[in-house]
């Protein structure tokens, strides 16, 4: 792929343009059109995508069956990392919205730069790091706006006036 694409994407900040040209060379870039699914809940199979273009809807199928909205991703923003790393399924399914393009990394090729020791896979290595710690001071951000939320206490009377 075009090493050009990933220029502006912060992911890459602190790389080389030569270093983001291997890179590039170990990815491929891949279209959607609204309502496609890119990454299906529950599966094992995939990479980690790079958002190029457009924005991507993040929903995850409750028990119950109900679909919930968790988040919206757009250009520079990266997903299916965890899911490569550990190997666990997909903990949710992300869906376009609207056209998408995006750099995709197979599995095989990211965890061989995570598993490297030469410059270019430790500055890779620090870009995914840079990643999740954004990626969890968000989740805690998003947990505290949670926690702050007024509760509401219901007791047994009141559930029987209801019903």
């Known amino acids: 792929m075009n090493a ?13 343009k030569s270093e983001i040209e291997v890179v590039a060379g170990a990815m491929r870039e891949d279209a959607w059109w609204e309502g496609s699914i890119v990454v299906q809940q529950g599966e094992k199979k995939g990479g980690v995508y790079f958002v190029l273009q457009g924005e991507i809807r993040v929903e995850r199928r409750q028990d119950n069956g109900e679909i919930v909205e968790v988040g919206r991703l757009g250009p520079g923003a990266v997903f299916g990392i ?32 995570m ?6 896979a430790l500055r890779f290595q620090m870009s995914v790091l840079r990643c999740l710690a954004r990626d969890i001071r968000s989740t805690n951000s998003r947990l505290t706006e949670l926690a702050a939320l007024p509760s509401c206490p ?10």
């Open 4 to 16: 050009e694409r990933l220029l502006p994407l912060d992911y890459f900040r602190g790389m080389r």
């Open 82 to 113: 965890l899911g490569v790393l550990d190997g666990v399924a997909r903990a949710a399914s992300c869906t376009a919205h609207g056209s998408l393009r995006c750099a995709i990394m197979e599995r095989s090729d990211f965890l061989d730069l």
């Open 115 to 120: 598993n490297g020791a030469t410059p270019l």
């Open 154 to 163: 219901v007791n047994l009377s009141d559930l029987e006036e209801i019903f």
